[in-house]
């Protein structure tokens, strides 16, 4: 099973300011991805991280907001870019392993 | 649209007891289910993986049954211990990998008490 940390592990945030989110995995892996989870909500993906590539989004996510880089197999991050107080959730990185899927341990994010 | 729909939304056992927990899906096409235990400040974890060909997984106390023509799972726990207080989730998949293209229910939150 792949192994994932994420830092910083919990943060609090100033309004306008960015946060950039570190995903790494023990393995080499083909698919990342990044979900966020706000309170009492259930995971919404954000994006697949392309190793070399620019990142696929999904709809309602944009690149300027949380633009995300992959420069290799085994690490990605996520910056949430302009903050205000509707980013306070958990992101959360991912990784598919065949049938399997990973999750890493969560940032808590909270935007004041 | 897919949705998964759990239930219920919360619950409150006494340590050793038993439970189930619920999963009704509108996934297609569907190729496997997935429960997830989360805890508090955690990521999830996977507890059993299901295609449409299996009616049951086992995971020590944790027991998953699928009926793939009512499109319905239930996670079942044996004799509950204090730390199995967590959300479980219940996540469908139309392929084989998943990856991008999950279904999240909201989950189920247990609280076992003394």
């Known amino acids: 099973s792949a192994v994932i940390s994420q830092k910083p592990s919990r943060d609090i945030c100033q309004r306008g300011t960015s946060l950039t989110i570190q995903c790494q995995v023990d393995?080499?892996?083909?698919?990342m991805f990044w979900y966020r989870q706000q309170p009492g909500q259930s995971l919404t993906l954000i994006a697949t991280?392309?190793?070399?590539?620019?990142?696929?989004?999904e709809s309602g996510f944009v690149i300027d907001k949380f633009p995300i880089s992959r420069p290799n197999l085994t690490f990605s991050t996520l910056t949430v870019s302009n903050m205000s107080p509707e980013d306070s959730s958990i992101y959360l990185c991912s990784v598919a392993d065949g049938v399997e899927q990973f999750f890493g341990p969560g940032t808590r994010l909270t935007v004041l | 649209k897919n949705q998964v729909e759990q239930s219920p939304q919360s619950l409150i056992i006494l340590e050793g007891k038993n439970c189930t927990l619920q999963?009704?899906?509108?996934?297609?096409?569907?190729?496997?289910l997935r429960w997830y235990k989360q805890d508090t400040g955690r990521g999830p974890v996977s507890l059993t993986i299901m295609t449409f060909s299996e009616n049951t997984k086992s995971n020590g106390r944790y027991t998953a049954t699928l009926d793939a023509d009512t499109k319905q799972s239930s996670l079942h726990i044996t004799a509950s211990q204090l730390s199995d207080s967590a959300s479980y989730i219940c996540?469908?998949?139309?392929?084989?990998?998943?990856?991008?293209?999950?279904?999240f229910g909201t989950g189920t939150q247990l609280k076992v008490e003394l």
């Open positions: 996540v469908v998949s139309p392929f084989t990998g998943g990856g991008n293209k999950l279904t």
């Open positions: 393995s080499q892996v083909t698919m």
């Open positions: 999963c009704n899906y509108t996934v297609s096409p569907f190729s496997n």
């Open positions: 991280a392309n190793q070399g590539s620019e990142a696929t989004y």
